[in-house]
């Protein structure tokens, strides 16, 4: 079992930086992938970007790349989602989930959500 936690989130200006994170419970968190995603009012959840268990791999939706950068540290059990030039497009709530294989696209564990709110 893994819990997982976001912070981080909060209202910024078009251009800004913020860095979430996601802290999780659990002995086991160094053995999960881990994704971002978020959800905007209307539309549907999309995932930002992945990272394998021991960091090494990683992988981002286009809207993104270039701008953001997930990474991890698990001897804190912590992922992290660092968003440069910030957009109003990018605002939604932002989830972390864990998953037990990298790039199946399935996460077994969700966290409660974080508001990404971007002002133009």
């Known amino acids: 079992q893994v819990q997982l936690v976001e912070s981080g989130g909060g209202l910024v200006q078009a251009g800004d930086s913020l860095r979430l994170s996601c802290a999780a419970s659990?002995?086991?968190?160094?053995?999960?992938?881990m994704g971002w995603f978020r959800q905007a009012p209307g539309k549907a959840r999309e995932l930002v970007a992945a990272?394998?268990?021991?960091?090494?791999?990683?992988n981002y939706t286009d809207s993104v790349k270039g701008r953001f950068t997930i990474s991890r540290d698990n001897a804190k059990n912590t992922v992290y989602l660092q968003m440069n030039s910030l957009k109003p497009e990018d605002s939604a709530v932002y989830y972390c989930?864990?998953?037990?294989?990298?790039?199946?696209?399935?996460?077994?564990?969700w966290g409660q959500g974080t508001q990404v709110t971007v002002s133009s």
């Open positions: 990272i394998s268990w021991g960091g090494g791999r990683t």
């Open positions: 659990g002995r086991t968190f160094s053995s999960y992938a």
């Open positions: 989930a864990a998953s037990k294989v990298y790039g199946l696209g399935i996460y077994d564990y």
